[in-house]
């Protein structure tokens, strides 16, 4: 079956860190890219990072220095490490195939930022 499934999300307090993890199944994981994108109410649909099969990165100017995306291909997953988080970075986060294939989206993970 082919699927993403996040899990990490929580809540957090200003200035504390999360790490979102992204299992991919039913994909040859190691050459596709991958990216996180987040969505907070009443708002669209944000690219937050992506990740190339050959480790490139690209980050949204919104986290660009405090959001760091990896990727283990042994383990068929990818991450999002987040510090200094904000207030304004509470969304529901979602893991996205972004090459290879149909589109393909997780479920969503929900972080939660308190002021």
């Known amino acids: 079956q082919v699927q993403l499934v996040e899990s990490g999300g929580g809540l957090v307090q200003t200035g504390g860190s999360l790490r979102l993890s992204c299992v991919a199944s039913g994909v040859i994981f190691s050459s596709i890219s991958m990216g996180w994108y987040r969505q907070a109410p009443g708002k669209q649909r944000e690219q937050v990072s992506i990740?190339?099969?050959?480790?490139?990165?690209v980050y949204g100017d919104s986290v660009k220095g405090r959001f760091t995306i990896s990727r283990d291909n042994a383990k068929n997953t990818v991450y999002l490490q987040m510090n200094s988080l904000k207030p304004e970075d509470t969304a529901v986060y979602y893991c996205?195939?972004?090459?290879?294939?149909?589109?393909?989206w997780g479920s969503g993970t929900q972080v939660t930022v308190s002021s």
């Open positions: 996205h195939r972004e090459s290879n294939g149909p589109d393909l």
């Open positions: 990740i190339t099969s050959r480790g490139t990165t």
